[in-house]
């Protein structure tokens, strides 16, 4: 178990810019997208695309308009792998070897989610990757034509868990669609020679990781950054390097990172944008109400009816808030605001200044606002808007 938190308290203020510095949201910006990912150790993927696919959104809230090919390039061409840490997640190539453990998780369990295909399946993929080189799972047979998630075919079940377990690695995508090739193949040498590490050396290594891209954080937030077990996290705690303190409001012990609490008192501009509900800031929405005051949810897989803000809201951060929310959608040449949530007159110029500049960023050159709430900030945000143009 972890030792007792010193007598150290930080503010709830002093948890937030922690939490934003290390996040690269407040502060000096990453160099660029791959310093990025490095600060960050993972950056997640997710299918749905409204302005931009998640995995671009959460560059752009740190660097700003970088050119989306730019970022593209940046994860795709080599320095990268993906693979399931928070969830899945494109991860720096380096980072190869922390994750040996949930490898061996899978070779032990012997299959993920579907039915095991008989070996000489395995053989056959095995056989065309090994002989043709790389493949996307349409070159294999993919799923069922019309076909729901589950109704994979055999081929398919085989090179996915042929990934879970590391005998092939995606580094690049074309479109949407993995590219596999063998890891002996695919990964520097490198990296390959340095997969020695036993489970508690990738659990303290991942811990000491999350722990220095949150700045602070609980043991549960620990848990949830690589998505490892309470007790993994107390068990390799105390040679984390991570320092005991408690935060005004937080009911459980936090663990800060020393060269967070060592930046605490400088200063710093504040990042105004939008983010994606995916990005590492906000995807743990237990610790963004704790951190933030604000409770935030996905709901684009909830029937439309039913959602209380839009398919796939955006919150703004501003001044290292989280001040308001928006449902974007791009149509044509335009950033359409479906519905603008804003908890406070302060949150009417920043989100203004936002959603100008996602616009840009993803080439529109007008900006259409609907729903407003409260409805008296609708006045105010079209002026803003049109002050900007």
């Not at 709830?12 to 990025?36: E, H, K």
């Not at 720096?92 to 998780?105: A, I, K, T």
């Not at 549960?220 to 998505?227: K, N, T, V």
């Not at 993994?232 to 937080?250: H, I, R």
């Amino acid at each position: 178990m972890p030792p007792a938190p010193s007598s150290a308290e930080l503010s709830a203020a002093d948890a937030r810019r922690l939490a934003l510095r290390a996040q690269g949201l407040l502060g000096a910006r990453p160099r660029n997208t791959a310093a990025m990912l490095r600060s960050l150790g993972a950056v997640q993927l997710d299918t749905i695309s409204v302005l931009a696919r998640s995995h671009e959104l959460i560059p752009y809230a740190r660097l700003g308009p970088v050119g989306r090919s730019a970022v593209e390039r940046a994860f795709w061409t080599g320095a990268c792998f993906e693979y399931w840490a928070h969830a899945a997640c494109i991860l720096p190539v380096e980072d190869w070897p922390l994750y040996s453990f949930r490898r061996r998780h899978f070779i032990s369990r012997g299959i993920r989610w579907h039915e095991r295909p008989a070996e000489s399946v395995f053989s056959e993929v095995r056989a065309r990757i090994t002989d043709g080189g790389p493949v996307t799972t349409g070159d294999i047979g993919g799923a069922k034509k019309g076909g729901p998630w589950w109704d994979w075919s055999g081929q398919k079940v085989a090179i996915e868990f042929m990934l879970d377990t590391g005998e092939v690695v995606c580094t690049r995508r074309i479109g949407w669609r993995r590219v596999y090739d063998l890891a002996e193949r695919a990964l520097p040498a490198t990296v390959l020679a340095a997969d020695t590490l036993d489970d508690d050396e990738c659990h303290r290594r991942l811990v000491a990781q999350a722990g220095a891209a949150m700045g602070i954080a609980t043991v549960s937030d620990l848990a949830d950054y690589p998505r490892i077990s309470k007790g993994d996290v107390q068990a390799v705690l105390p040679d984390t390097g991570l320092v005991p303190v408690t935060v005004e409001g937080w009911r459980d012990p936090a663990w800060a990172h020393p060269a967070a609490l060592t930046a605490l008192g400088g200063r710093g501009r504040h990042r105004t944008t939008l983010l994606s509900p995916f990005d590492s800031l906000i995807w743990d929405r237990k610790r963004t109400l704790r951190l933030f005051g604000f409770s935030h949810a996905l709901e684009a897989y909830k029937p439309a009816a039913k959602r209380d803000y839009g398919y796939f809201t955006m919150p703004l951060l501003a001044e290292g808030r989280l001040l308001g929310r928006v449902d974007p959608k791009r149509v044509g040449i335009t950033l359409a605001a479906q519905a603008v949530f804003l908890d406070t007159p302060a949150a009417v110029e920043p989100m203004a200044t936002a959603l100008w500049e996602a616009a840009s960023w993803v080439g529109c050159d007008q900006v259409e606002v609907g729903r407003v709430e409260p409805p008296e900030f609708a006045g105010p945000l079209l002026a803003a808007l049109t002050a900007l143009c």
